[in-house]
């Protein structure tokens, strides 16, 4: 049985939240802020994290980047506030999904079961541990990024994008296609959460930025 963390100082919310996922057949851990999150992450093991932005003592964007340090879980994020720059720094500190309240519980009970089956998704297909575009080297055992004998310091979305788009080398990529592969979402991409995820990584690849092009209104390809 999955075990799912619900970190929000919010009690309707959590309530709320609860009451979906245990119909779901998850087990449910509850806390009320950020520091009693990373607590119960160094104390249990969790599937997911579903956590709000704004919590008392700590808030959510600080427990993410905390609790990534030391255990790989994906974390949903919960905020009122849904800006650009809210998102792109949620992804940046390792958020693997953004729902802006309010929300529908039942939206969020499909992200939940996306995201979990695609983390138990077995990798399929054999290939060289080594791949190397230009400059950029990819280790695909060790899954870390060297761009020009440097350590790029990548999230594991931005790993798994960069790689889905060498692995199509010249090939483009619908924003749906990349969803589905690196999100495992089918249906519910009607945000920006590629062009975010392509704007972060782009940071990321210093003179090999421009290799990942934007094909207006269908997707990105890599070309070098």
């Known amino acids: 049985m999955p ?12 309530t709320l939240i609860s009451r979906y996922a245990q119909r779901e057949g998850y087990d449910i851990v509850t806390v009320s802020d950020g520091r009693q999150a990373i607590d119960a992450c160094h104390n249990e093991d969790f599937d997911l994290i579903v956590m709000d932005v704004m ?3 700590t808030d959510g964007f600080t427990a993410c980047k905390k609790i990534k340090e030391f255990k790989d879980i994906p ?5 009122a506030r849904g800006t650009e720059f809210d998102k792109l720094f949620g992804f940046e500190v390792g958020v693997d999904d953004y729902v802006t309240k309010p929300f529908s519980p039942m939206e969020l009970m499909a992200r939940i079961k996306v995201i979990l089956s695609h983390k ?6 054999e290939e060289a541990r080594i791949i190397s575009v230009g400059g950029i080297v990819i280790d695909t055992l060790g ?6 004998g440097e350590k790029a310091d990548l999230t594991a979305k931005e790993y798994s994008l960069l790689l889905l788009l ?8 619908s924003r749906d296609r990349i969803l589905n592969e690196v999100w495992g979402y089918d249906s519910f991409g009607v945000d920006r959460t590629v062009d975010w995820q392509i704007k972060l990584l782009r940071s990321k690849l210093g003179q090999y930025r421009d290799c990942i092009k934007t094909m207006r209104g269908v997707g990105y390809k890599f070309e070098i």
């Open 75 to 79: 974390v949903i994020m919960l905020s």
């Open 55 to 57: 919590m008392p003592d």
């Open 166 to 173: 060498v692995r199509n080398k010249g090939v483009v990529l």
């Open 120 to 125: 138990k998704k077995p990798e399929i297909k």
């Open 3 to 14: 075990k799912i963390l619900i970190a929000d100082d919010e009690p309707n919310i959590v």
């Open 143 to 148: 899954m870390t990024v060297e761009v020009d």
